[in-house]
């Protein structure tokens, strides 16, 4: 019974190593050497020694940061500086994420027959790594340590130190979304998700439910997210919620904390924690959505979550039928012989219209909402500085 304890322990023992040398053992990539070729490094040995096994070979690059890759043959170890690269075509494999049969689980080291080169896997996913600061610069929307994760939000890949001073389309995948999606973040003021925008006029808003949920237009251009993106983006995180409209000479802003939507069982419902007075700024819109927290989304084929209100409108939270917020509504683009934007008051249900002081009495040109988070200490009624610092 005892002997079979003691073997029990030696069994998890082993198991655990395995398990966590798996994860590690991931980063290198081997080398494999077709008929006739040559494999070469332009790397120094930085280290030759004898090791238990290939994996703890591996772990002792792992401790080095100018350790670039290693070879492996009957435990003799040896570490380099530089990478390995074969006369021809370079015949690499990614190591498997979970190979336990690949390690040795019983006791005895793993075996090579021949030497086996192997180089490290600083930078995942096309990201390449700055030897300066030993970090990876990541691409295609990926962050992390290795580039081994895609971004949450864009405010996530701003905060990892990636992809600064870009304005884009980006692949996000918050923790909540069964997929990836398309958005543009313009991390050049901090990582803003864009989830609306009405600047070209040339996308109807006058949508059903169903593409409300699932978004419409382009994200390059005039397009609403879709609400269960917004509500996978908004669902754990406490994001900044800043809506931006242009009056006729100028853009006004207005910002809420803690934004978020509900699921669609829940008919998107709208919350948010509060708006932020900024009565010092000439560019405060002022906030007329205070009233609609809780309210549902309606749309026009939904007459049941909106039965006081008559009309047909665009896609909104509403409550007792009001209008006096709406940046779904339709904006205008009118101007007069000279190119002069004409201002006008919201005639009809379907324009847009934001009812508050900084805004009242003028027509909307531009509409755009975006998602954020900051850093506390950071200023958060950052402007777009590509529509408001001229
Ligand atoms: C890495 O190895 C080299 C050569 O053995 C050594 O000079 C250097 O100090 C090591 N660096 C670290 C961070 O251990
Ligand atoms: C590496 O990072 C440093 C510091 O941020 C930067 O100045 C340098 O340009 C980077 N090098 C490359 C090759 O990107
Ligand atoms: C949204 O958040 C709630 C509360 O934290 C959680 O119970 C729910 O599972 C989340 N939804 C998704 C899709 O992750
Ligand atoms: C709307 O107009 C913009 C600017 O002219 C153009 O780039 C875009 O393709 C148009 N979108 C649609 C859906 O027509
Ligand atoms: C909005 O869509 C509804 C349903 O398709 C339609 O009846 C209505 O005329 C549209 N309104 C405008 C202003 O296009
Ligand atoms: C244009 O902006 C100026 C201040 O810059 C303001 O006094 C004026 O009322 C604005 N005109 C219109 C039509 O919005
Ligand atoms: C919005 O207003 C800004 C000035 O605040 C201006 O630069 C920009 O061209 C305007 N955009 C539209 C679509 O009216
Ligand atoms: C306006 O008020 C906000 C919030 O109190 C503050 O953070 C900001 O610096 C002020 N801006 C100016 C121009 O005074
Ligand atoms: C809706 O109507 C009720 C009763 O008239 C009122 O108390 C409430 O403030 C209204 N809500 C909004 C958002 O207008
Ligand atoms: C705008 O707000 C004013 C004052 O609160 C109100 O009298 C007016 O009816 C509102 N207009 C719309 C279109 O909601
Ligand atoms: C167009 O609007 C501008 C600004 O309001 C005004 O100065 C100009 O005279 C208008 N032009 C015409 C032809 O009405
Ligand atoms: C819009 O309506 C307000 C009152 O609600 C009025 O003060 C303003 O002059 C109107 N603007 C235009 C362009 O008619």
């Not at 995948?173 to 998700?193: Q, S, T, W, Y």
């Not at 995180?237 to 803690?258: F, G």
């Not at 934001?354 to 900051?374: D, E, H, I, K, P």
Request: with cysteine; proline share 3%.
């Amino acid at each position: 019974m005892r002997q079979l304890n003691v073997l029990f322990a030696v069994l998890l023992f082993w198991l655990n190593l395995a398990k966590t040398e798996s994860l590690k053992y991931d980063r290198f990539i081997k080398l494999h050497k077709v008929g006739g070729e040559t494999i070469g490094t332009n790397g120094k040995v930085l280290l030759q020694t004898l090791t238990r096994s290939r994996l703890a070979c591996a772990r002792q690059c792992l401790e080095n940061d100018t350790c670039f890759s290693y070879t492996y043959e009957d435990n003799d170890c040896c570490l380099f500086d530089g990478t390995f690269t074969t006369s021809a075509v370079v015949m690499t494999t990614r190591m498997p994420q979970t190979t336990p049969n690949s390690l040795q689980t019983t006791g005895s080291p793993p075996t090579e027959t021949g030497k086996a080169y192997f180089n490290r896997v600083f930078c995942e996913n096309g990201g390449t790594r700055n030897k300066t600061i030993n970090k990876c610069a990541c691409v295609n929307s990926y962050v992390g340590e290795h580039c081994e994760r895609l971004m949450k939000d864009c405010s996530d890949g701003y905060l990892e130190g990636q992809y600064h001073g870009q304005d884009g389309v980006f692949t996000v995948k918050p923790d909540a979304a069964p997929n990836p999606f398309e958005v543009r973040c313009i991390m050049k003021i901090h990582g803003r998700l864009v989830f609306q925008r009405q600047k070209d006029g040339n996308v109807s808003f006058n949508r059903t439910w169903s593409e409300y949920k699932e978004g419409f237009g382009d994200v390059r251009g005039d397009h609403w997210l879709g609400n269960d993106k917004i509500y996978y983006l908004t669902n754990n995180s406490q994001m900044i919620m800043a809506a931006e409209m242009n009056i006729t000479n100028r853009t006004k802003a207005v910002y809420y904390k803690d934004f978020q939507i509900k699921s669609e069982e829940l008919d998107y419902q709208l919350e948010f924690a509060e708006a932020i007075t900024m009565s010092n700024s000439t560019q405060y819109a002022g906030d007329c959505l205070e009233p609609f927290i809780g309210s549902s989304f309606t749309t026009s084929d939904k007459p049941e979550l909106s039965p006081d209100c008559p009309q047909r409108f665009n896609g909104w939270w509403r409550h007792n039928c009001s209008s006096s917020c709406n940046l779904n509504g339709a904006i205008r683009t009118n101007k007069n012989s000279s190119g002069h934007l004409i201002n006008h008051n919201a005639t009809n249900s379907y324009e847009a219209i934001w009812n508050a002081t900084g805004v009242a009495g003028y027509a909307l040109f531009r509409t755009q909402m975006q998602l954020y988070t900051v850093n506390t200490n950071e200023n958060i009624f950052l402007f777009n500085q590509g529509n408001s610092r001229k």
